[in-house]
């Protein structure tokens, strides 16, 4: 009995080595038992270890599809091993082709004394090489991350970012010809079995939220990949006001080029480079709830305008952000700090009814329903309708998942 009971506590601890606890919001995608999960295998299952063996193996593949996620693992490649990561794969697709495939490799072998950059160990095969020297050798267990958000792909091998890359950049129609997949926006995961003898241990996944992509009843302000719906700012609105339809015309083309030249899309996110003027909404809002994420660098100075009047504050300063600062009568300041560090996303919902405006910051109500002065024609209410305008003050910015919701007027 007692030999009995030995070798259960050894089993449950063999078992326990190869599932290490799993992080907040991560979840086992492998369970050290069996295939639950997961299709299409003949994958092997060794001591709570997943295997792929040398003879057969394949393309083993999950049976939900992913999205944006983190995707952490280990693994021990044998000598010249050859494997990969499917990752967006469509049911049926080539990895490497329809998906993305981040290579699994011994290339420190001599039979790959030949290889091209971006065939080397963590590399998005055929698009992005991968840096070297992070791998161990072969008998040996590596940590390997594989973080996926929207165009964003980054690799990290043993604690060092090897591949950190926007797929959006790269506009090489033969490589966009031959790897349609770097498009893809969800598919499966899985490994892919090259003939060689594969041990992986401790599979987990994070889902992340989807970027630009509207919550149910809003709309996208923002589509995630260029600059469609939105202008550069002209004068304010008293001074458009004056201007004939021709001469705003002229001077929304001069704006439209400045913002072209000083806002882009990079990973999903609005970027702006310091140096140019306003990003406006190509078109006017009356009431509505609008969401948008921001992030700002050490002394970092923004603000949203609304109806294109300013404006609901974003800074780092003790006062924190969110207070609609240029108001003289009715309070100007928020109602508490609930800013996050300095170069984290933050998230606003705003809400403007008529005069009125109530702004939480990440969760925590910061403005309540406080009047927003026209801080261009003091004597006079707020303008009823008007542009949201992402504002520029000589300091690089970066805005995402900005959606907006009308209102019926009250």
């Known amino acids: 009995m007692r030999v009995m009971l030995a070798l259960v506590a050894l089993c449950l601890l063999s078992a326990a080595g190869a599932l290490a606890e799993v992080e907040p919001g991560f979840v086992p995608l492998f369970n050290g038992q069996d ?8 994958y092997q299952i060794e001591d709570g270890v997943l295997v792929c063996p040398q003879e057969g193996g394949g393309m083993m593949l999950t049976e939900r599809e992913y999205a944006n996620f983190i995707f ?69 267990w590596n940590t390997e991350e594989i973080y996926a958000n929207g165009s964003h792909i980054r690799v990290t091998l043993n604690d060092q970012v090897i591949v950190d890359a926007d797929l959006s950049q790269i506009t090489d129609e033969e490589v966009v010809k031959k790897h349609p997949g770097i498009r893809q926006a969800s598919g499966f995961l899985g490994f892919i079995g090259h003939g060689s003898r594969i041990e992986f241990r401790n599979l987990r996944i994070q889902e992340l939220r989807s970027d630009n992509v509207p919550p149910e009843g809003f709309t996208a302000l923002f589509n995630g990949r260029d600059l469609t719906g939105w202008k550069g700012l002209v004068a304010s609105p008293p001074e458009r ?17 400045r913002m072209r030249d000083h806002w882009s899309v990079q990973d999903g996110a609005l970027v702006f480079d310091g140096k ?42 003790p006062v924190g952000s969110g207070g609609l600062y240029n108001n003289q009568q009715n309070p100007s ?33 910061v403005v309540d329903n406080v009047t927003l002065e026209n801080y261009w024609e003091r004597d006079k209410p707020i303008y009823p309708t008007g542009q949201i305008e992402l504002q520029n003050h000589g300091n690089t910015l970066w805005f995402k998942n900005v959606y907006v919701r009308e209102l019926p007027t009250e």
Not at 107 to 122: C, I, K, M, T, V
Not at 245 to 252: G, M, R, S, V
Not at 291 to 316: F, H, T
């Open 35 to 42: 295939l639950t999960g997961w299709t299409g295998s003949q």
């Open 241 to 257: 006001a004056k201007m004939t339809p021709e001469q705003l015309a002229a001077a929304q083309e001069q704006a439209d080029q």
């Open 72 to 140: 952490r693992f280990e693994v021990k490649l044998s000598p010249g091993g050859n494997n990969g990561v499917a990752i967006r794969t469509p049911k049926g697709g080539h990895p490497s082709a329809q998906g993305m495939e981040i290579q699994i490799l011994d290339d420190s072998a001599e039979r790959y004394a030949n290889l091209q950059p971006y065939q080397f160990h963590g590399s998005v095969y055929g698009v992005v090489p991968a840096r070297r020297g992070a791998l161990k050798p072969p008998g040996e």
């Open 333 to 365: 300041q928020p109602l508490r700090v609930a800013d996050r560090p300095v170069g984290e996303w933050n998230r606003f919902r705003i809400i403007m009814r008529g005069e009125r405006v109530t702004v939480y910051l990440n969760g925590e109500l």
């Open 276 to 317: 140019g003027d306003s990003l406006c909404t190509a078109r006017d809002y009356g009431d509505f709830c609008l969401l948008v994420d921001w992030k700002i660098l050490p002394a970092g100075d923004s603000g949203i305008y609304l109806r294109g009047s300013p404006q609901v504050q974003i800074w780092e300063n």
